[in-house]
């Protein structure tokens, strides 16, 4: 595959720097996955997202779809799985990309990667990527599923805001008497 | 303030637009407040992040800062209160930067929005882009804070991986004898 959601290799692999500040194999297959995933949810006009690995992964659902942290609309369940789901946000119906390392025996490079089989310092880089383009969408299992109840959108009310009697910040009421943070979270020395 | 981290404000609108999906007023204040943070962390060749809210505010700091979800360098500790703090990575000094409610009465529609005194439907949005820029750093505090040691980045050593009997995806060896999905996660109905 020469192309990932629109960008070529090229752009994405600059695109994918640009953002994560360095260039990270993980998110570069990553491209691949939410591309196979958004060509299965385009039916929908909006999807939320699941990512099972906190580490590179998010990056390539948020720079590839509307979908951010901060906007609420991906999650992170990490449940060290190398994969990702897209799906409708109320019915929770979806599918779900995974990285599946019993298609990986024709392409030794990302085999070595994905099991670290090998030392990162004997990796080669060029043929990893060489390797990951060339397999297009064959290493990837690709799965029809329905998102759990409670993983799916709430609607948010927007409670009361209070402001906190120990630190003098606002913070969510329901929260309690005072913020988590003065609760006793260790943040700050 | 006419600018943010550089961005003319139509520059910084659209690209939070266009990153978040949506206008949100809490990820233009934050963008502000990334720009207070960076200004004192500039000696710094590599900062971390943390991010005391789950909404809005990581966008910013993900748009504007080479910290994000996916790489590690952002954290999200949610204590409900809207702050932000950028810290220099192995010894974890750095500044914390909160939006200050008491230093909200000369800008109404900023206090309004956030603490929620006013209807979504009864802000007035020009009003409160007009209130935030002319506020420029007065609306905010800043705190020199050092980061717990707990919360400082760890080197990762990339541990063994294992294929789950259970589920047959690769995950780290160390979660257990099967992945954390199949230790009994609600994801997929």
């Not at 030392?119 to 759990?148: C, F, H, M, P």
């Given at each position: 595959m020469n ?9 994405y ?21 939410v ?21 590179c992964?998010p ?5 590839l779809?509307?979908?951010?942290i ?6 992170i ?15 929770g ?6 990285l599946?390392a019993a ?11 994905f099991?670290?089989?090998t030392a990162?310092?004997e ?12 397999a ?5 299992s ?41 609760q006793g ?5």
């Amino acid at each position: 595959m020469n192309s990932v959601c629109g960008y070529s290799i090229a752009e994405y692999i600059q695109k994918l720097t640009d953002f994560h500040g360095n260039f990270a194999p993980g998110l570069f297959i990553g491209g691949y996955m939410v591309d196979i995933a958004k060509r299965h949810v385009c039916q929908y006009e909006i999807f939320d997202a699941i990512c099972e690995s906190p580490a590179c992964l998010p990056d390539a659902i948020q720079m590839l779809t509307p979908c951010t942290i901060g906007n609420g609309w991906l999650k992170i369940v990490d449940t060290g799985r190398f994969a990702i789901a897209l799906y409708e946000k109320t019915g929770g119906h979806g599918v779900r990309i995974s990285l599946d390392a019993a298609k990986l025996d024709a392409y030794p490079e990302i085999k070595n990667w994905f099991l670290r089989l090998t030392a990162k310092s004997e990796q080669n880089r060029d043929d990893l990527i060489r390797q990951i383009i060339d397999a297009g969408d064959d290493i990837y299992s690709v799965r029809e599923v329905t998102v759990s109840p409670g993983l799916l959108r709430k609607h948010k009310h927007g409670g009361r805001i209070a402001l906190c009697v120990s630190c003098g910040e606002a913070y969510p009421e329901e929260d309690g008497t005072v913020c988590l943070a003065c609760q006793g979270m260790d943040i700050y020395r």
